[in-house]
């Protein structure tokens, strides 16, 4: 099923990069719809304190914060939150500074992972996020990313905690207990070599090549000196993954280390693009 979402995820990226003219023409006019949202929640005596972080398919930020006397839940928060951006009623709050197909194919892939709710602090009030997928044909699917505050809840899926640290990091100012005792802790960093199940694999003494990956010309060799193989080796023997980049696949434009013994026989390998490690599911953060 993951691996279904990963395709598809690619297929999406593919179509959206590929376009038309009409289809552009189209979107344009059609109005924007929420993909993302965090918001916060408490019940005063003069009504309902309300702040909320929003991010739509076009990329544009909005937030709100506000005390609703009226709302009675009747009306979902997601629903309650796009009517107020159709209306005009969110705040502006700039574009995210990132690409948007990242994001996409992030909430494309997300899945309901992690344990039940339990609560933790009652009255702190709950903040809670969210992300909203919708196909061609308008079916509407919606992820749990994380909940802090009076219960606590994590998604356990990397996608989904991409997305939750995403929300956190875009919109600081919207009142959470993430990362607290009362919230989630998000992705835990592992070694490269845990991450890629190489814990068994003596790297001293392995050699080392390179090449870069061209979608039509494929292999293209590139000669590594002394320093790039120290550089390379540190990565791999002492480097972490520290978070889900996207769920993205590309053929091209990366470039792949491997390592070799002394009789030439393939022991692993690396590929990377910008500085993210690519991985059947996606691209992933590393750091040395």
């Known amino acids: 099923m993951k691996m279904l979402k990963q395709l598809t995820a690619m297929l999406l990226v ?3 990069a590929a376009g038309c003219a009409a289809a552009a023409a189209a979107a344009k006019d059609k109005e924007p719809e929420i993909i993302l949202y965090t918001v916060y929640q408490n019940l005063f005596p003069d009504g309902l304190r309300l702040q909320a972080g929003v991010m739509d398919d076009r990329g544009g930020l909005w937030t709100l914060d506000t005390v609703v006397p ?3 839940g009747s009306v979902g928060m997601d629903e309650y939150l796009s009517v107020l951006l159709k209306e005009g009623k969110l705040t502006a709050a700039g574009k995210i500074d990132r690409d948007t197909f990242d994001v996409k194919s992030l909430i494309i892939s997300a899945e309901d992972q992690g344990n039940e709710t339990e609560a933790v602090c009652e009255g702190a009030g709950c903040e809670s996020s969210y992300a909203i997928e919708r196909d061609w044909e308008g079916n509407v699917r919606k992820v749990l990313l994380g909940v802090s505050g009076d219960s606590r809840f994590e ?8 997305l939750y640290l995403l929300l956190r990091e875009t919109f600081p100012e919207v009142e959470n207990y993430a990362w607290s005792d009362m919230g989630p802790r998000g992705f835990s960093p592992v070694s490269i070599i845990d991450f890629c199940g190489w814990q068994d694999i003596d790297f001293n003494g392995l050699a ?3 090449a870069d990956i061209d979608c039509e010309a494929g292999l293209i060799p590139v000669e590594l000196n002394d320093a790039d ?7 791999v023997t002492t480097g972490n993954v520290t978070g889900k980049a996207n769920a993205t696949m590309i053929s091209g434009g990366m470039t792949e280390y491997w390592f070799e013994d002394e009789n030439g026989k393939y022991i692993c390998g690396i590929q990377l693009y910008d500085g993210l490690m690519i991985m059947d599911d996606g691209m992933w953060y590393v750091a040395d």
């Open 208 to 210: 080392i090549s390179c």
């Open 229 to 235: 193989r120290e550089r390379v080796l540190k990565l």
């Open 155 to 162: 998604n356990t899926d990397p996608d989904a905690q991409a």
């Open 14 to 16: 593919i179509a959206l």
């Open 70 to 72: 009226d709302y009675d």
